[in-house]
């Protein structure tokens, strides 16, 4: 019997798992950048290179980083594409796009969170293939391999360095589009400490609880398998430890450090068992209000666990030990609960809201329906764990107002 997981049975007739990205892990790596492109032998000629940032990136000082790194070397930054918005949008991708062709870009550096990173992503598909972002919407629309993406994440929670996914708003339907194909995942991810130094604390928290989310529903999601079942709970366990100290202190500390490895791991977690109702939810509220996509899994994340929890009781048990929660006899219901209430725990901790109405979604019935409707839409919610009438689906959400 697994002292973890208790072993369960395979779930599965068949699964695929894929994390073709190579992971450079160190302090000062963005510094040495262009030793690693160079022994690449796939990378050493690709000298035309864009830069993807936003402005907080910018400011931190981490865009002269990058550009230092590549002084005096064989490569050229011959585009910078230092204003990507927060949580990007098709048309600012597809003027991006235009800019790499401009300069026949040979290679792309992604230094951001999420909203870099995946735009980036979009950006070179349509740089190679034309059209627009909703073109290539849902799995394996994408036709063919883009140009190379080192991935150098700032923040703590998406993991997109990893993964086959990129998600971009389409303002004009108010709503996400989000892209899965394995010709999305980064050649390079680029795991360097300095580079989340600089973090505001609670950017560190909302993305951290990303993370979380992407590990929790990754390992208790419909399609879960063992591989990704391992990598999620090694995340879990590394942000248990972790997060409030990555949160308390700024700098390149070991708890930053190993928050970066953790969203990492839970990434390669959910790019093979893919994240369920939680991000459905945070999508919608995100897609309507603007909430940070961390803090909208956040706030979700418990209410979605209650609502999972008769489905994979046995799953939060092992989520409980994960995190750390003491075992005292407790019954495996009772255990999986308390993992509930040890995210619960963790986000007070944080500093993290309890529920969007803190953060100024209205809470009235209209609100409620419009974020359900766009939920049901929402891919992510057909790998939850618990499918579920509209009706049961709006209840959940209005308790997450
Ligand atoms: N592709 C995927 O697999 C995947 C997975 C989850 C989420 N996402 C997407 O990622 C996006 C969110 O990304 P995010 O949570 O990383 O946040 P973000 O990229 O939007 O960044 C948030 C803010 O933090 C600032 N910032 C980032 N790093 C900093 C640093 N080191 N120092 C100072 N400021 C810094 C940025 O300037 C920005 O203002 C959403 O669009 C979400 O849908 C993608
Ligand atoms: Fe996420």
């Known amino acids: 019997m697994g002292l973890i ?70 490569y050229t930054i011959v585009a910078v594409i ?21 300069q026949e870009v040979s290679l792309i550096v992604a230094l951001g969170g999420g909203s870099v990173m995946d735009t980036a992503k979009i950006a070179a598909v349509i740089a190679a293939y034309g059209g627009e972002a909703g073109d290539y ?17 700032t923040t703590v929670g998406t993991g ?11 303002n004009v339907r108010r709503r996400k589009l ?74 390149p500390t070991e708890a930053r450090a190993k928050m970066q490895y953790a969203a990492t791991m839970a990434a390669m977690a959910f790019s093979n068992s893919p994240v369920g109702a939680v991000h459905a939810i945070a999508h919608s509220v995100g897609a309507l209000f603007g909430v940070h996509h961390g803090l909208s899994n956040a706030i979700a994340l418990p209410f979605v666990m209650e609502f999972n929890l008769p489905a994979v009781a046995p799953h939060y ?13 407790q019954s495996p219901d009772a255990l999986a609960e308390a993992a509930i209430a040890a995210v619960r725990a963790l986000k007070q901790r944080c500093g993290v809201p309890a529920q969007y109405r803190e953060v100024g979604v209205p809470t009235d019935a209209d609100t409620a329906a419009a974020i359900t409707d766009l939920t ?26």
């Open 5 to 74: 997981t208790g072993n369960p049975p395979l779930t599965r007739p068949d699964a695929t798992f894929a994390a073709p990205t190579e992971i450079k892990y160190g302090v000062g790596k963005v510094d040495s950048l262009t030793i690693e492109l160079q022994i690449a032998p796939d990378l050493a000629e690709r000298t035309r290179v864009a830069v993807f940032t936003d402005a907080g990136v910018a400011a931190a000082g981490l865009l002269d980083q990058v550009r230092q790194a590549f002084a005096d070397s064989e």
């Open 82 to 102: 230092d204003d990507v918005p927060p949580e990007s949008d098709a048309e600012f991708v597809k003027r991006a796009a235009t800019k790499l062709n401009e």
């Open 137 to 153: 919407e849902g799995g394996f629309m994408v036709p063919g391999p883009i140009t190379p993406i080192i991935a150098i994440p």
């Open 160 to 170: 997109s360095e990893v993964t086959l996914a990129a998600v971009v708003k389409d």
């Open 178 to 251: 989000t892209l899965a194909s394995p010709f999305l995942f980064p050649r390079l991810a680029v795991l360097d400490p300095n580079m989340v130094a600089t973090l505001p604390a609670k950017l560190v928290a909302w993305t951290g609880f990303d993370a979380l989310t992407h590990a929790i529903e990754a390992y208790s999601c419909v399609e879960r398998e063992p591989i990704s079942a391992a990598l999620a709970l090694g995340a879990i366990e590394l942000i248990a430890d972790n997060l409030e100290a990555a949160v308390r202190e700024p700098g």
């Open 317 to 329: 048990a092992a989520v409980a030990r994960a995190l750390g929660v003491a075992e005292t006899g």
């Open 376 to 401: 049901l839409e929402d891919i992510c919610l057909s790998f939850n764990p618990i499918k579920a009438e509209r009706e049961t689906i709006l209840a959940l959400v209005t308790r997450t107002l």
